[in-house]
């Protein structure tokens, strides 16, 4: 659907003119994800250090990815251990070393 809207600069600019207006779009995702990161960072329960913005956009990018290709393998089922590989290189750079 989105290339199809793409592909119309009318429609288009139809299309970003109600994201505006709704204060929606595709980067909302992303900046919620990045908030509740930071949020979390507020509670002491990831590092300090974690750049949230790049963690949110990391993870939502690579779910985007997947969702996209189910989709076009027409395959909606989506194995837990995917997900699993899918965070847990970030955990290593999220997570809050446990204090002693």
Known sequence: MMASIAAQPTLMAA?????????????????NLAAYLRAEQDLGRVSADTDADAIAALLMGACFQQGFLRYVA??????????VALVRPLLAHVEQPPTR
């Open 15 to 31: 299309t970003r003119d109600g994201m505006r207006a709704y204060d929606a779009g595709p980067h909302a995702p992303v900046e």
């Open 74 to 83: 027409d395959d909606p089922e989506a194995p837990r251990s995917a997900a």
